[in-house]
């Protein structure tokens, strides 16, 4: 009987687009992965991959095999997962990606308090505020911060909550002033951006829910790390609109204060932080229960509950 372990081999490689991910993701060493792709590739009497040194792709027989080879794969998958629910104790590796401020500051105590739970599992964090490739790079979730809900049919993204915004500044720069009474003032102060390329950017303001007020402004900094900007906003260097939750301990210690007056009630538009996973069948029971286990609890971190 053929080695039907060799399929889901490939179907590994192809879904990682490439050797070094898939062997990542698998557990194995690259050199080995690729003789056993080349030992089917003999097998099969047929090429399945074409090989280069930036990218692999398949071969028109490649993408014939590769259905049978996913199907073979996925009913694997829930093969162990369907053990693994008998047993009812994740085990091996969850990797996890999100940017590094959410990590720091709500993803690390709830995956601490998980793997209490769950001694046999292993976790690796990916506290980065590149966007990955979850499949490529091997990746069973991702938190990501998001206006929209997400537009990619090969992913599935559940909503964890809103992320209350607030624009905050360091107190020394309304020493001279009131807080702030309308969005206008905060162009006096300068602002800090959230983004990674110069240009004007924008703010939405509401009011009530009502009175919806966009600011356009220059911005004194920009940058793609929220960290950056919030030692910015402490250092002087003007008013920064950041997660409420990131805020808590400077503004605890006096470092940050909210820059508008709390009776003209204005608030920045909220963001939406998702939990992001493949859309693909039979997920593994580590994932499964650290979604149950993560969302309600990161739910209240981002509502100032915690």
């Known amino acids: 009987m053929e080695r039907l372990d060799d399929l889901v081999l490939f179907a590994e490689v192809v879904e990682h687009a490439g050797f070094a991910a898939a062997a990542r993701s698998l557990g194995?060493?690259?050199s080995k992965l690729s003789r056993r792709i080349?030992?089917?590739?003999?097998?099969?009497?047929?090429?399945?991959?074409?090989?280069?040194?930036?990218?692999?792709?398949?071969?028109?027989?490649?993408?014939?095999?590769?259905g049978h080879a996913r199907t073979v794969s996925e009913q694997a998958r829930a093969a162990f997962n369907v053990a693994a629910e008998w047993n009812g104790e994740p085990r091996?590796?969850?990797?996890?990606?999100?940017?590094?401020?959410?990590?720091?500051?709500?993803?690390?105590?709830?995956?601490?308090?998980f793997c209490r739970l769950h001694p046999q599992l292993h976790v690796l964090i990916d506290a980065s505020d590149r966007k990955t490739d979850l499949i490529g790079e091997g990746?069973?979730?991702a938190f990501r911060a998001q206006?929209?809900?997400?537009?990619?049919?090969?992913?599935?993204?559940?909503?964890i909550g809103d992320v209350p915004m607030m624009v905050v500044v360091n107190p020394t720069l309304l020493a001279s002033q009131d807080r702030l009474q309308h969005p206008d003032q905060l162009l006096e102060l300068?602002?800090?951006?959230?983004?990674?390329?110069?240009?004007?950017?924008?703010l939405q303001f509401s009011q009530g829910g009502r009175n919806v007020h966009t600011l356009h402004y220059t911005p004194r900094l920009s940058s793609g790390n929220i960290s950056v900007l919030q030692a910015a906003a402490i250092a002087g260097m003007g008013a920064a609109c950041l997660p409420r939750y990131l805020c808590r301990d400077a503004l605890a210690t006096g470092q940050l204060i909210d820059a508008f007056d709390s009776q003209a009630s204005w608030?920045?538009?909220a963001a939406q932080i998702y939990a992001i996973q493949p859309a693909?069948?039979?997920?593994?029971?580590?994932?499964?229960?650290?979604?149950e286990f993560s969302i309600p609890r990161l739910a209240k971190v981002l509502r100032g509950e915690v």
Do not use: W
């Open 280 to 291: 693909r069948r039979g997920i593994a029971l580590a994932t499964r229960l650290f979604l």
């Open 139 to 141: 990746f069973e979730l």
């Open 92 to 113: 091996g590796a969850l990797r996890l990606t999100c940017p590094a401020p959410f990590a720091a500051a709500a993803l690390t105590t709830v995956v601490a308090e």
């Open 147 to 159: 206006g929209a809900p997400l537009d990619d049919s090969s992913m599935v993204a559940r909503l």
């Open 28 to 30: 194995m060493q690259r």
């Open 267 to 269: 608030l920045s538009d």
């Open 190 to 202: 300068g602002l800090l951006a959230h983004a990674t390329h110069d240009g004007v950017k924008s």
């Open 38 to 66: 080349a030992e089917l590739e003999q097998r099969m009497s047929v090429r399945l991959l074409q090989r280069n040194t930036r990218r692999v792709s398949m071969t028109p027989a490649g993408e014939q095999v590769y």
